[in-house]
């Protein structure tokens, strides 16, 4: 799998968007970016994922660049619940192995 | 529908002896991964079933061992358990193991 890099930390306002940067540079054609989350001490919450076109659930929205080298995870009103470690993973399609780096810590402050 | 449930939530055993632990996967799914998650080595696979067969395997010794029932819940299994065991193990289970994986709670286990 291509390897993931984020920002170790970020802060943010509740109320407000929180952006997550991710970056995959040498992502291949057939791998596609997953985000999951990891409140403190429970089980990886999956979020979103996407392959080149932008994606929007419930929880979140997805942006990929077009050269496909990085995204961004959109929480639109992030709340204090939000407050988690968030995993930007690219997983080939097909694979079923989940590669989980550091992630960030998102710290949503009242 | 209910989600992935784990059981036991928590463990405490003595170096050497051996442990299970259960998985009980989403109900239609047929894919059940195991992981482990250390605060040095933050979450690592452990390997994968699907349809009672092992369908893919991480980098972890002999010790650890796991087998898929028909009706797709799964067990591992750890034996001759060391100190470095100590770990959140979880699972999580999905259709075709091709899709997004659901994860349980986990099980915390200390090893003494």
């Known amino acids: 799998d291509a390897k993931t890099t984020q920002p170790p930390s970020m802060d943010c306002a509740e109320g407000r968007a929180a952006n997550l940067p991710c970056n995959h540079s040498t992502i291949s054609g057939n791998e596609y970016v997953y985000w999951y989350r990891q409140i403190h001490s429970q089980g990886p919450q999956y979020i979103i994922h996407g392959l080149k076109n932008n994606e929007t659930n419930e929880m979140a929205s997805l942006i990929i660049t077009e050269d496909r080298k990085s995204s961004t995870l959109i929480l639109p009103h992030a709340t204090l619940r939000d407050t988690a470690v968030y995993y930007c993973i690219v997983r080939v399609g097909g694979y079923s192995t989940l590669t989980f780096g550091k992630g960030t810590m998102l710290l949503v402050s009242p | 529908k209910a989600g992935v449930t784990q059981t036991p939530r928590y463990l405490i055993k003595t170096r050497g002896q051996q442990v299970t632990l259960s998985c009980s996967p989403i109900s239609g799914h047929r894919s059940v991964s195991w992981y482990q998650q250390t605060p040095g080595q933050g979450l690592q696979f452990l390997f994968e079933?699907?349809?009672?067969?092992?369908?893919n395997k991480g980098n972890f010794p002999g010790r650890f061992s796991g087998r898929q029932f028909s009706n797709s819940r799964s067990e591992m299994n750890v034996s001759t358990l060391e100190l470095g065991d100590s770990a959140l193990y979880l699972c999580?289970?999905?259709?075709?193991?091709?899709?997004?994986?659901?994860f349980g709670p986990g099980t915390r286990l200390t090893v003494t």
């Open positions: 079933y699907f349809s009672e067969t092992q369908r």
């Open positions: 999580a289970s999905s259709v075709t193991g091709e899709d997004e994986q659901y």
